[in-house]
T-cell receptor, first 114, second 115 residues
């Protein structure tokens, strides 16, 4: 069985602050993929990143960075210098082993205040 | 990335009627398509997985006679909500992938309101 936990239901920050969204996953498979998606109020899912279980290198893309720690089964997402446009629901997701579908966490509602 | 188009984006229907939602892969052939449902302020829950030319596999608790899924071609899957009721009001979103690929691409979603 696979499971994704996003313990933070809602986070509110003031513009320009840094914010980290937590994601903890569970799987018995050694091969798996982790994802982050952004869902703005319009509803569509915007793909942010995919990571496979064999690549623990952290990644930075502009203001976004991801910290993958297999030892703690975590895949955290940090936004530096947050902006109002970052306000959205962020989902962490897992696809493991031979499973074809994604298992989503419950999501974190991020609100960036001006 | 590949494009998945979902139509309509919004639909309002009367209780008891049926509504069809289309999911098309525009620039690739999708061997597998997934249908998710998302209630307000909740996560995406997988409803069913369909492979082209075969019957869909439904998740536990999802009524296959109520949510009819057809994946007749490699570029089109449809979800028909039959005899819709207000509790079926939700955001439905599809995703599509090619066999062997790790990535699945999402449609824009359909917001269904049953009145």
């Amino acid at each position: 069985a696979q499971k994704v936990t996003q313990a933070q239901t809602e986070i509110s920050v003031v513009e320009k602050e840094d914010v980290t969204l937590d994601c903890v996953y569970e799987t018995r498979d050694t091969t798996y993929y982790l994802f982050w998606y952004k869902q703005p109020p319009s509803g569509e899912l915007v793909f942010l990143i995919r990571r496979n279980s064999f690549d623990e290198q952290n990644e930075i893309s502009g203001r976004y960075s991801w910290n993958f720690q297999k030892s703690t089964s975590s895949f955290n997402f940090t936004i530096t210098a947050s902006q109002v446009v970052d306000s959205a629901v962020y989902f962490c997701a897992l696809r493991s082993g031979s499973a074809r579908q994604l298992t989503f966490g419950s999501g974190t509602q991020l609100t960036v205040l001006p | 990335g590949a494009v998945v188009s979902q139509h309509p984006s919004r639909v309002i229907c009367k209780s008891g009627t049926s509504v069809k939602i289309e999911c098309r892969s525009l620039d690739f052939q999708a061997t597998t398509m997934f249908w998710y449902r998302q209630f307000p302020k909740q996560s995406l829950m997988l409803m069913a997985t369909s492979n082209e030319g075969s019957k869909a596999t439904y998740e536990q608790g999802v009524e296959k006679d109520k949510f009819l899924i057809n994946h007749a071609s490699l570029t089109l899957s449809t979800l028909t909500v039959t005899s819709a009721h207000p509790e079926d009001s939700s955001f439905y979103i599809c995703s599509a992938k090619v066999q062997g690929d790790t990535e699945a691409f999402f449609g824009q979603g359909t917001r269904l309101t049953v009145v």
